[in-house]
């Protein structure tokens, strides 16, 4: 089976994600952090991407990013994650251990509304969900803490959203998202579809004419 087309087109927000190969541990120390974010700091010095959101897990990172122009995304997420796997494998003395990833990254289109909210919502609580921290931007390897207490100078790596950020932001962060919410961008995750209404939904899958994964009713879901 061929791989399914990918999406890179400027001016349109994408929810990216990628995890480590068999789930393993990718992030084991503070040092390991470190150099993801460096490199993240130099993938956007090099390309120009505009990152609006990020979250680095232990053994998986999510980004939302919005780039300007046309192939920009692939160039991107490639040169970061080809540079990221050799400077962990230098840091561990791992050359030639194999694949740091599973795979190749995910990506998904996500409207410029409501749907924006939530995703960055979704991706900035993970550590929350994972019972990791007890507020949201008390995790270090990702954008609310960077947000809310990273400098100036860390604060850059954020640009602006292409939506406003709801009053009191830091409070609805904190708060549980609706299962709903929660449901239909793990949806998304699993299925590789666009997240945002129906038609929206509708106009880019027909527009860029993306093959989306229709799941049968009643049929369980593995949890993403």
């Known amino acids: 089976m061929g791989r399914a ?13 990628n995890r480590a190969n068999a789930r393993l541990p990718l992030f084991r ?15 956007k010095e090099k390309i120009g991407m505009r990152i609006l959101s990020y979250c680095i897990m232990p053994n998986h990172w999510h980004l939302v990013l919005y780039p300007q ?11 970061l994650t080809l540079t990221h796997t050799q400077r962990w ?19 998904f ?26 507020q949201a931007e008390d995790w270090r390897w990702g954008s609310a803490w960077r947000r ?4 100036p100078r860390q604060r850059t790596l954020l640009d602006e959203w292409p939506v406003s950020m709801p009053r009191a932001y830091s409070k609805l962060l904190n708060e549980p998202q609706s299962e709903a919410e929660v449901a239909a961008m793990r949806r998304s995750v699993t299925r590789g579809n666009p997240f945002g209404s129906d038609v929206w939904t509708g106009n880019v899958i027909k527009k860029y004419d993306l093959e ?13």
């Open 69 to 79: 122009h046309d192939g920009e995304l692939s160039k991107f997420v490639n040169w």
């Open 212 to 224: 989306i994964t229709i799941r049968p009713r009643g049929r369980p879901r593995k949890g993403s």
């Open 148 to 151: 809310q207490r990273g400098t």
């Open 89 to 107: 494998h230098a840091s561990h003395r791992t050359i030639g251990y194999g694949h740091l990833y599973q795979g190749r990254y995910k990506s």
């Open 5 to 17: 087309l990918r999406t890179d087109v400027g001016g349109q927000v994408y929810h990216v994600l």
């Open 109 to 134: 289109l996500c409207e410029k509304d409501e749907h924006f909210v939530q995703l960055v919502r979704y991706v900035e609580r993970n550590p929350l969900r994972a019972n990791l921290v007890r």
């Open 29 to 43: 120390k503070k040092a390991d952090y470190e150099l993801f974010e460096k490199v993240l700091e130099e993938a």
